[in-house]
């Protein structure tokens, strides 16, 4: 069975003091517990096993090229008469808001519980070594991560009315199990911290609303990116 670090050690890879002893068993476990949120996903919406390549890819462009946001932003810039709908017409405030919420509900998570060690300094975020290395977490796992879990297996934005639903909630379950599945077997104990999970829940939420809000990819992918990189470059530096 999986046992959680105690509070007072920092969410590094590397705390000499961190190393919790870790049970495949429980990993498989909410490995099927992911495979079952998906599939009650496909279930919802009533998708068989012959749909899912076809639907799933049909969502991915969607959510990639952002094409029914942009042609909806299209038709205001050439002088259309209809106003524009609620998920965008105020998108950039709404980014903005879920942007900075998001980031002080991480720092206050994680600051007060010990998980994080204390906020970035600038010479830490603007250090060549440190810009070298954001590209990799905004493609994976923010982009990857964001295009499964927040386009792939939920209805597209001409599928379904806009904003919230049980099937937003149940693929934020998924991408909560999926981060204690057999794929985040290293280092286990980061993964398994409540501390962990209750900023992953934060961090679904904020991209969600973020995909909600603009019907693309992009938005969430790169707060979930940014948030990821500032915790391994300079939050999650705990020492020795």
């Not at 590397?14 to 517990?33: F, K, L, M, R």
């Not at 299209?74 to 950039?92: E, F, I, R, Y």
């Not at 204690?180 to 962990?196: E, G, T």
């Amino acid at each position: 069975m999986d046992t959680a670090p105690s509070q007072s050690c920092c969410g590094c890879f590397d705390h000499p003091t961190c190393e919790a002893p870790s049970s495949g068993q429980s990993a498989a476990v909410w490995t099927c517990i992911e495979l079952l949120v998906v599939v009650t996903l496909c279930w919802k919406q009533g998708l068989s096993p012959l749909d899912v390549p076809a639907t799933y890819c049909r969502r991915l462009r969607l959510g990639l090229t952002g094409r029914t946001w942009a042609d909806e932003i299209g038709a205001q810039v050439v002088g259309s008469d209809a106003p524009p709908p609620v998920a965008t017409k105020n998108a950039s405030a709404r980014l903005l808001a879920v942007f900075c919420t998001g980031s002080a509900a991480l720092l206050i998570i994680g600051l007060r519980s010990g998980f994080l060690c204390r906020p970035p300094s600038v010479g830490e975020l603007t250090s060549l070594q440190a810009l070298l290395s954001l590209p990799v977490p905004l493609i994976f796992p923010g982009l990857v991560e964001e295009c499964f879990w927040r386009f792939m297996v939920l209805p597209a934005a001409d599928e379904a009315p806009a904003g919230w639903s049980s099937q937003h909630l149940l693929a934020l379950a998924g991408f909560l199990a999926y981060h204690l599945d057999a794929l985040h077997f290293a280092p286990r104990y980061i993964f398994v911290d409540p501390r962990f999970l209750a900023m992953a829940a934060v961090l679904g939420v904020a991209c969600t609303d973020a995909a909600i809000a603009t019907r693309t990819v992009w938005a969430g992918a790169f707060m979930h990116g940014l948030w990821v990189w500032a915790w391994l470059n300079c939050m999650g530096k705990c020492g020795g």
